[in-house]
């Protein structure tokens, strides 16, 4: 359970020197938060230059589509109403030209969305 891990117990657990030497890195909460902002902002970016056709909302909802999430989950993470989830996926389908909930998600998983 040492730092080849990359994780420590926050009781006994390898310091920060001996993390990084691992090649792992320790960040604090505020710092977490940002490095996952950015990231999911790269992952945002990436399904606009995927599916150029999208608005950056409707790639934000295929990306939560290709996770599996249903209508109502979605609505709730991007704090909308469940009509304009379906409205967005409306705009998908027909941007996709694809048919089914099951053609998107194949579409976006095959670009490599809904993996995160």
Same mark, same amino acid.
């Given at each position: ?15 920060? =020197?001996?993390? $990084?030497?691992?090649?792992?890195? !320790?960040?604090? /909460?505020?710092?977490?938060? +940002? %490095?996952?902002?950015? *990231? ?15 608005? =950056?909302?409707? $790639?934000?909802?295929?990306?939560? !589509?290709?996770? /599996?999430?249903?209508?109502? +989950? %979605?609505?709730?993470? *991007? ?38």
């Amino acid at each position: 359970m040492g730092p080849s891990r990359g994780w420590w117990e926050l009781s006994g657990g390898p310091g920060g =020197a001996e993390v $990084a030497a691992a090649g792992s890195a !320790v960040f604090g /909460g505020e710092v977490a938060g +940002r %490095i996952t902002a950015l *990231l999911a902002g790269a992952k945002m970016r990436e399904a606009g230059q995927l599916f150029p056709d999208l608005t =950056a909302r409707e $790639a934000e909802v295929l990306d939560l !589509v290709a996770r /599996g999430h249903d209508n109502r +989950r %979605i609505a709730r993470e *991007l704090v909308v109403a469940e009509k304009t989830v379906r409205n967005h996926v409306t705009h998908i389908f027909e941007k996709l030209h694809v048919a089914t909930w099951a053609e998107a998600v194949a579409r976006a998983r095959d670009m490599g969305l809904g993996d995160g």
